[in-house]
Nanobody, 125 residues
Framework: VQLQASGGGLVQPGGSLRLSCVTSVSDFSESAVAWYRQSPEKERELVAA???????EYAASVKGRFTISRDNAKKMFYLQMSSLEREDTATYYCMLGFFIYNTQGGARFQSSESWGQGTLVTVSS
């Protein structure tokens, strides 16, 4: 399965960017999707995820600023990023997977594919 992220670039603090991910998976509508990011000084972190049914989950650091969405017909999903901060500077990766649910009602995203090439987002004035 191929995952190709695009849409990164240089943006000023407070600006916006929209990242896109195209996949080659045959059963895309049955897959959960997610965006991760990694900067040189940090480990890779989950930024946002969405269930096959369209329910989103966000990291606390981006909630209210980032929006994940998907287009099953195009086998694509997106990350709309607004009010960008310098701390958002990272390489962003898209991923497919599934949610694991626990008995307490919580859930976590589990990746299921190899990492593709990410797209670099630099927030700087």
């Amino acid at each position: 399965v191929q995952l190709q992220a695009s849409g990164g670039g240089l943006v000023q603090p407070g600006g916006s960017l929209r990242l896109s991910c195209v996949t080659s998976v045959s059963d895309f509508s049955e897959s959960a999707v997610a965006w991760y990011r990694q900067s040189p000084e940090k480990e890779r972190e989950l930024v946002a995820a969405m269930t096959p049914g369209g329910s989103p989950e966000y990291a606390a650091s981006v909630k209210g600023r980032f929006t994940i969405s998907r287009d099953n017909a195009k086998k694509m999903f997106y990350l709309q990023m607004s009010s960008l901060e310098r701390e958002d500077t990272a390489t962003y990766y898209c991923m497919l997977g599934f949610f694991i649910y626990n008995t307490q009602g919580g859930a976590r995203f589990q990746s299921s594919e190899s990492w593709g090439q990410g797209t670099l987002v630099t927030v700087s004035s």
